[in-house]
């Protein structure tokens, strides 16, 4: 604020001024001419200069002037040089420069600073993104506007970015939910329901009197969707029990026998199982109801021993079961808990035994002959039975029908053991077993043998015997003495004829035959020598032959085991059956050593068989 004289000046120089447009008027000049207003007067001393007069415009088109005379002044100095112009602001300290905020300029007019012009100062703020108020905050604290009700309810800033802001209310749900909250948007919260979502209360369902007596209790009741929901974790009344509690809330304990009078189980077998409950002293027994007693056929452990109908109760007597035949007769037995008429007999295939075995009330139809009835058999060849070991046996009829031959003995394939095995009346024919070749442990030509079957069992017969001596210059132990052409130092062996009870007196050196004294018979030598005798004779003696007339039997070419080729010639009549004999390799008759003449058991003795 100004001080006293600074009021004084201006007040005077508005007097001055007053004064001037008072007497220094002048009227304007017509056209483009102007009056020229009055020059400033000089101030007094103390006092303000006069202000120039203002001259009046002339006529239209001209410039108008306005003169003034100065008026007097009383010697004031004025306050600042004219036209001087400074910096000025009306602000509040410190918001020059901030935001919008600035500085303007005072131009000195008559010695006193005009107006500011060009300065904004601070003003309130408004939404434009401008800091208005220069506080350095731009539409700071523009607030919030909040629309709708209820649910609806939505509160926005009045100003974003500078761009002020639209409220516009939500949208809520069309029915209330009860839970607090004006969810239609109607201005009222919750109408219609009983209660709020969540809200919980004590409940009690039960008749009131029996509230918090014995066991029973109140709950709690749970708001839900605007109504209680159910009383939950309540106790109300139920059956007593044998428990010792009062659980139907009368203030008593176990009255009237509870839970008793049930079937129950005592833990025991059979009918002594069954049993009816009590309570005594708040526990629950069972007592047995039944007590044993004999075992009947009920399907039931009567004695109580874990064991139903054991011992066939009521069973055991004859009885009728109303069947035919053999399935007739029966015997009663407990089965199922019922006593019934079980047959003894199953009907089974007739077996023509004088009964109706199969129980379809015929007996013995279809039977060829009668049950336990024998009689003789043999399946074998007739000219078989009887015949060796072979014989019959016996059949017996089984179900109508005979069966096996039991106990017969048929042919079977021939084995060396002395029996007629193929019943043919022959045993061991065809040398069973026998055939092939073997060693008999000897040495020389007494080594080679043949298995062959004799008296029953198979052993390796030599298929040569041993000479008395050896055959000298052949290279083999002709006398099986495990040498080779001993003694042979002598020539050819020369016998004189034979003459019985007279030993062979020259030969070859070292033949036994020279030691042995001819025998009485058709030969040469005794019977033990026949064939080795003969034979030296035969082979180194060639001029000496016996004598034909005493029974030697000479014979055609002898071709072994040819039924169709017998010894065909020479024998006298009394030796005739030799020639039916077959002809067979062993030392007797027809060797290779022997093609031209039977000698040996066949010429001396004709009943031998050569086989």
Known sequence: MRDSSTAALVFGSILVLAAALATGCASGDSG??????????????????GVAGVGTGGATGGTAGVGATGGTGGGFQGECTENEQRPCYSGPAGTDGVGECKAGTQLCVNGYWGTCTGEVAPTAEVC????????????????????????????????????PQTCTPGTGNTVEQCDGVDDNCDGQVDEGCSCQDGQTQSCYTGAPATKNVGECAAGTQTCTNGAWGSCDNEVLPATELCDGLDNDCNGKTDEGNPEGGQACQTGKQGVCAAGTTSCVNSTKICNQTAVPSPEVCDGLDNNCNGTADEGNPEGGSACQTGLPGVCAAGTKVCEGGTVKCKQDT???????????????????????????????????APSTKDVGPC????????????????????????????????????????????GAACTTGLPGICSAGTMTCQAGALSCKQNQTANPSDICNNSLDDNCNGQVDENCSGGPCAHDKCVTGVALTSGCGGDPCVTQVCASDSFCCSNTWDSFCVSEVRTYCGSLKCDEAKGNCPHTLCTTGTTSQPFTTGCDSAKANCVSQICAVDSYCCSTDWDSICVGEVVSECNKNCN
Do not use: R
């Not at 483009?32 to 200069?49: D, K």
């Not at 021939?414 to 022959?426: F, K, L």
């Open 128 to 163: 434009n993104g401008l800091d208005d108020d220069c506080n350095g905050l731009a539409d700071e604290q523009l607030g919030q506007t909040t629309c709708g009700m209820g649910a609806c309810a939505v509160t926005v800033d009045n100003c974003v970015d500078g761009q």
């Open 346 to 380: 199953q009907a089974s295939t007739e077996t023509c035994d004088g009964v109706d075995n199969n129980c379809n009330g015929q007996t013995d139809e279809g039977c060829n002959c009668v049950n336990g009835q024998t009689q003789s058999c043999y399946t074998g």
């Open 391 to 434: 014989h019959g046996g016996t059949q017996t009829c089984a179900n109508g029908n005979w069966g096996s031959c039991v106990g017969q003995v048929l042919p079977k394939g021939e084995t060396c053991n002395a029996i007629d095995d193929d019943c043919d009346g022959t045993p061991d024919d065809g040398n069973p077993g026998g």
């Open 32 to 49: 483009t001419s102007s009056s020229t207003g009055g020059g400033a007067g000089s101030g007094g001393a103390g006092g303000f200069a």
